[in-house]
């Protein structure tokens, strides 16, 4: 498992959640986004949509499954600027 913490307010812009769940969806692992007690489905639209806090620029993305790696050279091209 590959965990990473990513600042989403580096870019000048906001990523769309529909980014991110496409970007997700072509990878095999799971991908979650963790919060206190909380996990949070990047890959489900619902629990983005109600979930993910956009308020904490500190998010932290975890990868599990054969693909991780490649999973997170893309969230990070995403993320970073």
Request: charged share 20%.
């Amino acid at each position: 498992m590959l965990r990473k913490e990513f600042n989403i307010r580096q870019k000048s812009y906001p990523i769309p959640i529909a980014v991110l769940i496409s970007a997700a969806n072509t990878y095999d692992c799971d991908i979650f986004i963790e919060y206190e007690q909380f996990k949070v489905n990047v890959k489900n639209y619902n629990e983005m949509k109600n979930g993910f806090d956009t308020h904490q620029p500190n998010q932290l993305f975890c990868f599990n499954g054969w693909d991780e790696a490649k999973a997170q050279q893309r969230i990070t091209y995403l993320l970073t600027p």
